[in-house]
């Protein structure tokens, strides 16, 4: 990846005969929040396209990432094909507009018998995005960016992701924070001739309560922002949120997550307020909030 290159703003001054110029700062590096991956341009592809296409032969395919339905590859034609994904989750991504990854096709596989089922989606190639590798100084912006891709999902497109996590966003070639996954996502209001909302599994550290009680029910637009509070704590801590005390339910105690461990006052209250709208344990003494500087 290349680096947004970042022009100084110091004034220049002027050394004299006798004199020896200091020696240039240390360049800072780039925000994290501006880094503009150089991923290939998508191919041109139908809307639909047969496993046994050459861009599909396993020869040529490397693993990039595991979700919950599968593997991801990256093919050699510039794109990423997701195995076991579902129509409903193309025309989510479809639905969602520049929130999404752009999906490129729909991948069928014949059946013995004839039938067309299927197998998975092609899309553009995408950057992992790693919330906890973000630089201190970098963590306001990259807040501001998350807050507002759930807020254009949920007004511009009145949609639900319905899985909301770092692990759930990338980075576009152009540089913007978007959504993968969207296997959990609805639309708020519902267009004939798509496929109901059907329960497609959760990650638990991200669940709102709610969720936690009856999770095969449809996310709503406050379980998103329960999952986005939940991952700007992430975002300030730089740790994971804290997982249930009972590994093989969702529904029990769940150990609180310190407030006072995130550094950033605005970030912190609002955190906090969606916690407590949604009842959330939280504590707000006995951690050290992790500041630092970008260096």
Known sequence: MDNLQHQSTAGSSHVGSGDKPSPPPSPRPSPTYTVAPTLPQPPYLPDTVLESDEILNPANLEV??????????????GCAYKMHASRHEFDMMRAAGDCSVRPLSRVLRRTKTGQI??????MELA??????????????????????????????????HGDIKP?????????????????????????????????AGHTSRYLSPRRRLGHES???????RYALAASLWELY??????????DWTVV?????????????DDAREYIRL??????ARVATRGATAKRGLCE
Request: proline residues 9%; negative net charge; hydrophobic residues 35%.
């Open 274 to 279: 969606i916690f407590e709208q949604h009842s």
């Open 252 to 264: 029990g105690p769940r150990k609180p997550m310190d407030l006072a461990a995130v550094a950033d």
């Open 237 to 246: 801590t730089g740790e994971d949120p804290p997982a249930h005390e009972d």
């Open 167 to 199: 692990a759930n966003l990338v980075r576009h070639r152009d540089g913007t924070l978007r959504f993968c996954d969207f296997d959990n996502a609805r639309r708020t209001i519902p267009h004939d001739g798509e496929q109901p909302w059907d329960f």
């Open 117 to 122: 089922r299927q197998r998975g989606i092609l």
């Open 127 to 160: 950057t992992p995005f790693d919330v906890q590798a973000v630089a201190p100084c970098d963590r306001g912006a990259v807040k501001d960016e998350m807050v507002a891709l759930v807020d254009r999902l949920h007004d511009e497109y009145n949609m639900v």
């Open 64 to 77: 990039i990432a595991i979700c919950g339905s599968g593997y991801v590859y990256r093919c050699p034609a």
């Open 218 to 224: 449809p996310p709503t637009k406050d379980d998103d």
